[in-house]
């Protein structure tokens, strides 16, 4: 890897360098990370997943993904938010996941404060995508020291101030932000790498809801 965080593979494209060269990890940069979503489940899902992560890394939660879709419904936030403490328990006793009693609890409450926030904005995309920051909120180049400096942004902290205010939990600003990335609420693909221009492009192309 340079100092520009760009790495090359077998390919020969150019990429972010935090991928590491994994082939699940590579596909997830290539494929996912960044393009921008508009489904209420895929947004939800990965704002709960985010909130799992915390203290550990995305490559854990990623190779976990789809056990987690079958422990929480296919993060059908409606279905979720009928879960009671049998389901909790049984979450608890999936090895497959993340065992962690707060972040299982979180994620069925913010499953109820999700119903509530889409019946107020009409779905979860249009909350979220109202927040995308605008140009002059953006940086001139996005490069590896400035993703590295900012973990956070003032548009990711008034979200998870919001949030918080709904009664979401483990949604703080540094969670936010990952999930803005990943979701195309922002194009933090490095500058050099393939994929920044193709999500560029699908940014432009995108009709906002």
């Known amino acids: 890897m340079s100092e520009s965080g760009i790495i090359t593979g077998d390919d020969g494209k150019s990429r972010c360098h935090w991928h590491a060269n994994l082939p699940d990890y590579m ?10 979503v508009t489904d209420d489940i895929r947004l939800f899902e990965k704002i709960c997943l985010e909130g799992f992560q915390s203290g550990l890394s995305w490559l854990t939660i990623l190779r976990k993904r789809e056990n987690f879709r079958t422990a929480f419904a296919g ?15 049984r979450c608890l006793a999936d090895p497959g996941i ?10 069925i409450n913010n ?8 019946a107020e904005f009409g779905s979860l995309a249009h909350y979220f995508w109202s927040y995308e ?31 918080k205010r709904r009664g ?14 990943a979701m195309g609420l922002v194009n933090d693909h490095i500058e050099g790498c393939f994929c920044r221009a193709e999500v560029e492009a699908m940014r432009a192309a995108l009709v906002r809801p």
Do not use: C
Not at 75 to 89: G, H, Q, S, W
Not at 138 to 160: K, M
């Open 27 to 36: 596909r997830y940069h290539d494929e996912e990370w960044g393009r921008p």
């Open 75 to 89: 993060f059908d936030f409606e279905k979720i938010a009928l879960f009671d403490e049998r389901d909790i328990e």
């Open 98 to 107: 993340v065992r962690h009693r707060g972040k299982v609890a979180s994620t």
């Open 111 to 118: 499953a109820r404060h999700a119903i509530a926030l889409r």
């Open 133 to 163: 920051p605008q140009l002059h909120e953006r940086p001139a180049l996005v490069d590896r020291q400035h993703v590295a400096a900012n973990p956070t942004t003032p548009v990711s902290a008034r979200i998870s101030k919001d949030l």
């Open 168 to 181: 979401w939990t483990f949604v703080g600003p540094t969670t936010v932000y990952a999930f803005m990335q």
